[in-house]
Every structure is written in structure tokens, then in C-alpha cells.
């Protein structure tokens, strides 16, 4: 439980939530030159990043946002749209979660799938710029599939967690915690288990 | 920084009552053991005793029938592990399996679940829209035989919703299964009589009705199968070993005194701030809306969803502006499910995520109220302002 006057977060990340900023006003995205969107509503965080790029350089001259989320979602999300600001496409795509956790002073444990969040939405961003202009083939897919969006598990982990031993459902769950917040991954999570215990184990 | 400090968390933990925290200066005087024979220990137990009576008379209860534990998840856990006897030693016909619902404190589903490991049979009763457990599916399970106790709680935590555990209790008494209510959020907020309600077991919990925190109590039914959780010593007549919280004790049997005097005059007044600030969210924020039980619900209780606004996020602007609230989805308390309350009454996963519990107690003023009303509105839109819940992926 958070008491006032003592956060749970630090001082920057209380900054950053008390006056979120570039929050995108109003709905509309056309304005920009690659918009992204990443989570979703069920799981309790969603992120939506759109930039605006000089096309001369490739930098990011604005960086917007809309958060679904707890404070360090939003306070994620804030202080990424201003770290990308000036940088190349290329230096923005490579930001990582840590980098961004970092910046906000850090974040408790069970709050980093938010800042994972928004770096994901940002390269959704970047992505949709290298398409929208044509350039198909600078998409960086980012391999792994996310299977379950609220826990950020990807198939990836799904494979490992089946290699380190999860047969079961149950089993996967104590490895990766899949499927443990809204459920709406259980099929899907289900069937790449069976998948990935066929693929290495012929079961 | 705001400068008020409101505090509209009462379910979560309440204030001391002035009363009870004057009954606890005065008796710390007073360390004698309980135990010991000489003229502190009798001191000390001469007011273990009395506070006993002062409890069990509030609920209808005999002093004889009230064993004082470490707190209401104590209590509880007590009562759930008794059927790990049934496949053991103490208790040889015990009938092994528990039915109790989906919308219990962890304290309750934890410990469940934990049996199920220990070769206890666990089935959850399921509720409908107003959080209220479903009898005919009680029935069912009570039919299809083997169950030993039925545990439901009296008003739930996060939405307020009451259970006619009279009903219930009859139904598994008519099967022949034991009854418990964890009556920790009812207690003190409306009335509450083991007999009317006809339980075996039932628990309270000192920090939520203004007393210390660190005491509960448990009612066991005379005559009814009981076995302890904490061992090693012969305090509460061998039913719960441990030194007594002697201060505890009194200051619960100080608090309930308190409850007695002013429960019903609180209700009334805690109802009519209720409506107010009902009414005045339905009036001023789109699209509120309220979970649980419309009328069969404690007083103070009032839990409400703002879709495209997360929880967290409400709780602490709302925090900013110096108002105490709780979230329905647990974000905040460290894990990240939306409350196991809210989905079991049906409300999916977004809306639960949005959701914040507005507990008042016997401090909450109308000025209070109107100030979250005041507050409220402009917090809402300016989540919902920053929130993807209204563009289209
Ligand atoms: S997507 Fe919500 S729990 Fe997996």
C-alpha cells in the first residue's frame, strides 16, 4: 500500500506521473508519421506512441503518447517521449526497458513489464514509419511473438520454460506466470506448449 | 503535497477508536501473565475474562464459546485446517471436503487450496452480478454428500455485498455439514448473532471496527469439533496456545463496547453519505459504474468502475490531492490480477483494472464526501484524457 508523502517510487517517477509529458490530445493520429500501439485494455496496460520524423535524417523531432495504465506506465511512457526526442530511428529502436526503468530512477520489480511496454510501442512506431515510406524491408520483426500480453511472455519463453522441464499447463504457469492475469492467452498459451513438447520431446 | 488527509480506506484497516486507545494507555500498566498465578497474573486475567464476555455478549455468543487469536486470517486458518484431521488422527469421520466461494479473502482461498495438497476435497461456490453465492449450486454439492463444512463470508471486503448466511447456514446444517462465516467486514458494520445466523464458527477481527490491530477472535459453537492451529500450551482453554495479547484483548473488547453504542446510528448516517456520493459520481463522471449489491451491502462499501481509467493510477492522483482510496485491481499491493471479487462477480478484466473501493468509517464527514466529489471528476477525465481505452488500435 502507498502512503503519501512516502511513494513506493522515486521522486522522478512521481514527476513524471504528476505532469505526464507530450500526452497526445484528442484521438487523432494523422499528423504523424508512425504511430504504435502495444498491451491491451484486459491486462491493465496498453500504450500507444506515435512520432513525428524529419525525414532528411531520420530523427525523431516529436514523440506523443496515450497510456492505459498504473503510474509507472504512465510515467514510462512520459519520460521515453522525451528521451527519443533528436534521436536517429535507429538509436530510438534499440532502447531498452532497462535503459528506460534507468532514466525513471528505477522501478520495483513487478512494475517492469510496464516500461516494456512502451520501448515495444515504440518500435511498432518505427515500424510503421519504415512501411508507411516504403522501406519494407528495414522492418525489424522483432521475432518472438507475445503470447500473453498482460505477463509480456512471449513464445520464446514458452519454448525455454518446455526445455528447462513445464510438461503441464500448471507447470508453465510456475515458470513464466502465463496466463495470469486476465486469461484470455490460455488457448493460445495452451497450444504452443503442446507445440513446443511435440517439437522437442515427440510427446 | 495536498494538505487534507481523507481517508476513505476503512476496510482495508481503521483508526483507533479515542476510547479504545485511552483503555490501551491505561492498561499497559498492567503486564502480569495471564497465566501466572499471583495477584498480576489474576489482574491480567481478570480483564482477559471480562473483555471475553464483553465480546461473546455482543454476538450472542457464551464467553465460554470465544477463543482470541493473533488476527482474522488466524482465525480462519484455524477453522479450515481442522479439516486436515479428517483424513488424520483427531477427527476419524470427519467428512473431507470444503465448500466455500469464489469471493473469499485470500486468507480463505490461500489456506484451500493449500489443503487440496493435504488430501482435503475444495469446491468454490460461484456468485452472480451482485457478488451473492449461488445456493442452488450449494445445494448440489451439499447433495452430492461428503461435505464437512461450508465456509462463506458474511460481507465481502471490496464490494460489500452481505450473504444470507442464515439461509446457508440452515442449508448445511439440513446436510449435516458445519457452517463458518468470516464475518470480519460485517462485524460492528450490522448486526450480527451467531444463533440467528446459526454458524459453528465465526470470525472477527479487531483492526477493522477501531480497535489494535493483532487481534482476532474466533467463535466456536459449543460442542463442536475444534482442533488448534497454534500448539504448545494450554491458553484459551488448549484451544489456542501463546501468551495472550492481553492488550489486544481489552482494546478489542473496548472496541466492540464502542461498535455496540454507535453501530446503528453510524449505519444510518454511513447509508445516507453513501447516497451521496452515489449519486454524485453517477451525476458528474460518464460512464461510472457500480459493483455489487445495490441494497444488500454494508453500509460504508461503495465500489465503483471508471472504464478507460486504470486503478492505480486513480488511487494515486487521488492520493496527490490527499484522498485514500483502494483499487479493485491489485496492481498497487504488488501483484498485478485484477481483483479475483470483481472478475467472480462477472465484471471482466478492463473493467476491473478501473475500479476503486470507497470505504468510509465513523470519521467520514459530508464535507469529506463532497470534497471527493469535487475531486473525483477532474481525475477521472484527466486519466481518461491519456488513455488508449479511446483511440483505435
Ligand atoms: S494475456 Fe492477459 S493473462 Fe495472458
Known sequence: MLQSGEW?????????????????????TSAFDGVGMEGNLQCGDQMMVAIKVDKENEKIIDCQWKTYGCASAIASTSILSEMVKGMTLDQAFNISPKE?????????????????????????????????????????????????QCMNVTDHDIEEAVLEGARTFYELQE????????????????????????????? | MSSRQIYFDNNATTPLHPEVKKELVAAMEMFGNPSSMHAFGREARANVEDARHRVASFMGANESEIVFTGSGSEANNTVLSLFVCGSGQCFPGMRPKIVTSRIEHPCILETSE???????????LEVDGYGKVDIDQLEAQLKAGGVGLV?????NNEIGTIQDIASISALAHQYGALMHTDAVQAFGKVPVDVNQLGVDFLTISGHKIYGPKGIGALYVRKGTPYCPFIRGGHQEKGRRAGTENTLGIMGLAMAVDM???????????????????????????????????????????????FPGAEGESILLYLDLAGIAVSTGSACASGSLDPSHVLLATGVDAERAHGSIRISMGRATTLEEVEYMLDV????????????TAYIKA
Do not use: W
Open chain 2, 259 to 305: 461498535r455496540k453504542a454507535e453501530m446503528e446510528s453510524e449505519a444510518e448516517r454511513l447509508l445516507g453519505l453513501k447516497e451521496v456520493l452515489r449519486k454524485g459520481i453517477e451525476e458528474r463522471i460518464d460512464e461510472a459504474l457500480f459493483n455489487g449489491h445495490p441494497t444488500d451491502s454494508v453500509p460504508n462499501t461503495l465500489n465503483v468502475s
Open chain 1, 175 to 203: 515458470h513464466t506466470k502465463i496466463s495470469t492475469v486476465c486469461g484470455l492467452c490460455k488457448e493460445d498459451a495452451e497450444a504452443e506448449l503442446q507445440k513446443y513438447v511435440h517439437l522437442h520431446f515427440g510427446a
Open chain 2, 151 to 155: 465456509s462463506v463470508m458474511m460481507a
Open chain 2, 114 to 124: 493449500c489443503l487440496v495438497h493435504r488430501g482435503v476435497d475444495v469446491s468454490y
Open chain 1, 100 to 148: 528506460v526503468a534507468k532514466e525513471l530512477g528505477g522501478l520495483p520489480e513487478n512494475k517492469i513489464h510496464c516500461s516494456v511496454l512502451g520501448d515495444k510501442a515504440l518500435r511498432a512506431a518505427i515500424n510503421d514509419y519504415f512501411i508507411r515510406n516504403g522501406m519494407n524491408d528495414r522492418v525489424q520483426k522483432v521475432q518472438a511473438r507475445t503470447v500473453c
Open chain 2, 376 to 387: 473525483l471528476p477532474g481525475v477521472i477525465e484527466r486519466i481518461r484524457n491519456m488513455s
Open chain 1, 8 to 28: 513506493a517510487y522515486t521522486e522522478k517517477l512521481k514527476e513524471h506521473f504528476e505532469s505526464p509529458k507530450n500526452i497526445l490530445k484528442g484521438n487523432d
